[in-house]
């Protein structure tokens, strides 16, 4: 199908992870009535953040993909409405943990799973202790209503992930996230800084970006963190067609005609005249030439 409506939730977690996921539920079901096909929900909203802290307890809350309740009950919903739902969980395979996200489709069907690339680690966002760097590779997903291309939280802040995407055939980008106040500094507020890398991924790219962000204060053991919310969708020119606030619980969507952006991405030239032969550069970490 050619247009597409596509949503971007952002709620703060409730007292108890049943409460949260009811909430998350009420979300979507939310977007769903306001026609949305493509619902995003926040990075690993089931819980609040654990990153905070270094905490051993906090690897029990991972599942596999197959013993997960929760995948299994939002594969139910997305069945029930008809819609996708780029699903971000703490998964554990094995002896590994990773921070995944599946893709449900329209029919409730998993359609695959994609474990974060890029792992960062700083005062209040700890996930180094807690995640290894994902095995897959960048992924893209033929969903019932498009193709589409999911990072996770620290993947958006690199270009050659959303370019990789794109290269794979992505038609919209996805992006969870959790990011709010830095506890070391009081000073940084990094909201547009987020903002306006996306924006470029989507404009550099030409092809529409939806970011979910959490709100609200969460108080951890050894920090606290206030999540700034500010989720957005912005079009294939990078600009911000819907925003949210830095505190609401809201669903914010935007419908896009896909076919329209298609031709547009091809008369614009960007992969026509991209020079990967010049691009060995970007496989090394120090600059030099990798062949």
Known sequence: MSTVKVAATQFACAASPEETLDKAEAMVRRAADQ????????????????????????????????????????AALAKELSVVLPFSFYERAGQAFYNSLAVLDADGANLGVYRKSHIPQGPGYEEKYYFSPGDTGFKVFKTAYATIGCGICWDQWFPEAARAMALLGAEILFYPTAIGTEPHDATIDSMGHWQRVMQGH???????????????????????????????????TGAKVTEADRSEDTVLTAEFDLSAIRDY?????????????????????DGRQVR
């Open 35 to 74: 026609g949305a096909q493509i619902i995003l929900l926040q990075e690993l909203f089931e819980t609040p953040y654990f990153c905070k802290d270094q905490d051993p307890r906090h690897f029990a809350l991972a599942r596999t993909t197959e013993d997960n309740p929760v995948l299994a009950r939002f």
């Open 202 to 236: 989507a404009g550099a790219n030409v092809m529409p970006l939806v970011a979910s962000n959490r709100v609200g204060r969460e108080v951890g053991t050894s920090c606290e963190l206030t999540f700034y919310g500010s989720s957005f969708i912005a079009d294939q």
């Open 265 to 285: 991405r091809a008369a614009w030239g960007l992969f026509r005249d991209r020079r990967p032969d010049l691009y060995g550069v970007l496989a090394g970490l």
